[in-house]
């Protein structure tokens, strides 16, 4: 069974710094991996989605990676604003014998990201 | 606009009174979803569909019913509501295309609390 554990739980950083978000998983059969924003009670919002084959994708500020072979992801968020606080999640979406996938996601738990003035 | 929408965004019903959460994308896609999200247990996925009349259990789907019967919409039923079904849901679609990965697109969510 997948799992997927982000690390930190939550972070409270000052406005401009660099910050490191980190993902894993158990099963490396995967078909993509994606990361989401959500503010409290709002919807998950798509930042970055990362297929099986690629090292990383690049959005803005953002940057994520994959190492597929470890189970690793990581959220790289450049010269961070307080509209950055939010929640984000990961979530990995598995492949199956075929190559495809059945579309389900397994998520984290989130890493709760507070960026003070 | 590309989306997902939920209906209604917010729902306090009793216990054993039936809804129905509705869901529909404007996307053509294929995949749907339905997840619950409660505090300290994450996001849950209650059931999926692959594709018109194509549906399957997910993590927790005691409780739920779902149908497919248009590619757009993908309602939630709740036969007979208990407080443990109060929650955050949402409803996600993605496409499919044979090898090729897609991202999924979330709805709003529905909060709903049974009391």
């Known amino acids: 069974k997948q799992e997927v554990t982000q690390i930190p739980a939550a972070l409270s950083v000052p406005e401009g710094e660099n910050l490191v978000l980190n993902c894993s998983f158990t099963?490396?059969?995967?078909?993509?991996l994606q990361w989401f924003r959500q503010d409290p009670g709002k919807g998950l919002t798509s930042l970055l989605l990362?297929?099986?084959?690629?090292r990383e994708q690049t959005s803005g500020r953002l940057n994520a990676s994959l190492d597929k072979s470890s189970g690793r992801s990581t959220l790289y968020i450049a010269a961070s604003q307080p509209g950055d606080s939010a929640t984000y999640l990961c979530?990995?979406?598995?492949?199956?014998?075929?190559?495809?996938?059945?579309?389900?996601?397994?998520f984290g738990q989130g890493t709760i990201l507070t960026v003070h003035p | 606009e590309a989306q997902v929408t939920q209906n209604p965004r917010y729902l306090i019903t009793v216990t054993g009174k039936k809804l129905t959460v509705t869901c529909s994308q404007n996307m053509n896609h294929e995949y749907m979803s339905w997840y619950r999200q409660d505090p300290g247990l994450g996001l849950r996925q209650i059931y999926y569909?692959?594709?018109?009349?194509?549906?399957d259990k997910g993590d927790v789907p005691e409780g739920y019913k779902v149908s497919r019967k248009e590619k757009r919409n993908f309602p939630l039923i709740l036969e007979s509501p208990s407080p443990n079904q109060t929650s955050l849901y949402f409803c996600a679609s993605s496409l499919y295309r044979g090898s090729l990965g897609y991202g999924y697109t979330f709805g709003s969510g529905t909060r709903l609390t049974v009391v």
């Open positions: 990362i297929q099986s084959s690629q």
């Open positions: 099963d490396s059969a995967i078909y993509n």
């Open positions: 569909s692959m594709n018109v009349e194509v549906t």
């Open positions: 979530a990995v979406r598995p492949s199956n014998a075929g190559g495809t996938s059945y579309g389900k996601l397994t």
